[in-house]
């Protein structure tokens, strides 16, 4: 396994901790979900049940034996979350998206009472906006109007292709933000029709995150604590 795999896992296996047994808990998407997913195959505390993010996550959890819930028929607020990100800031903000996940990640996270973030220390950034764009999930016959907004902003807008097939909504990532302001922009992009979520998650953000290293050590960071900087 290499050095950014042996991260990720860390930091997933951290995460075992926070899941009780025979809880309901919220499961994210993306690579280092899957390592999370994986050791709960083998924690002494397993989920009855789980809300999970996407198609890729629902088929881990089944495999394990564990039943998959929609966020709909779930008993809210969900305990624990566990999610990546593409970006984090100390103040817990996150880009998310990158797996184009971010709507039913952004409502599983604000439905649930504890977000507990996992990463590799590449995700950690001073500043959002330093190694990612931000996606949106957008209705697709808004998407003249939304560009024309974006551009409004400063900004561009480019459209994951292959997700024009996917129904009603596409994926597009914005470029060149100004993301000093991280929840003022999320709100902005969210009140432009046609636009369903952004990945910006500072109003819903990370509660804990679990920051794995190369040599397989995690660090945590309390966003809490680190408010008083914003
Ligand atoms: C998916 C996400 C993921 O959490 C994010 O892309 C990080 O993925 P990975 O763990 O594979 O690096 O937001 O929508």
Not at 85 to 103: L, V, Y
Not at 156 to 163: K, Q, S, Y
């Amino acid at each position: 396994m290499g050095a950014a795999e042996t991260a990720k896992r860390a930091a997933a296996e951290a995460a075992i901790r926070f899941v009780e047994s025979e809880s309901i808990i919220g499961v994210g998407t993306g690579s280092t979900v899957a390592h999370f997913v994986d050791a709960l195959a083998s924690a002494a505390a397993r989920p009855a049940r789980a809300v999970s993010t996407s198609d890729d996550s629902d088929a881990r959890l089944r495999r394990l034996g564990i039943e998959v819930v929609p966020l709909e028929a779930a008993p809210l607020p969900l305990g624990v979350y566990v999610d990546g990100a593409d970006e984090i800031d100390p103040q817990g903000r996150a880009i998310k998206g990158g797996g184009g996940a971010h709507t039913r990640e952004k409502a599983v996270a604000r439905a649930s009472r504890v977000w507990v973030c996992i990463v590799d220390a590449s995700k950690v950034v001073s500043e959002l906006g330093s190694r990612s764009p931000v996606p949106l999930e957008i209705e697709t016959n808004q998407l003249h109007a939304a560009q024309q907004a974006i551009e409004g902003m400063g900004a561009h807008l480019t459209v994951r292709e292959h997700t024009r097939q996917r129904g009603s909504t596409l994926i597009a990532d914005v470029h060149g933000l100004d993301l000093q302001h991280p929840l003022e922009v999320e709100r902005r992009l969210e009140s432009i029709d046609g636009v369903v979520a952004c990945g910006i998650f500072a109003h819903r953000r990370a509660d804990l995150v679990l920051v794995g290293h190369p040599d397989g050590t995690v660090t945590e960071v309390d966003p809490g604590r680190e408010r008083g900087a914003e």
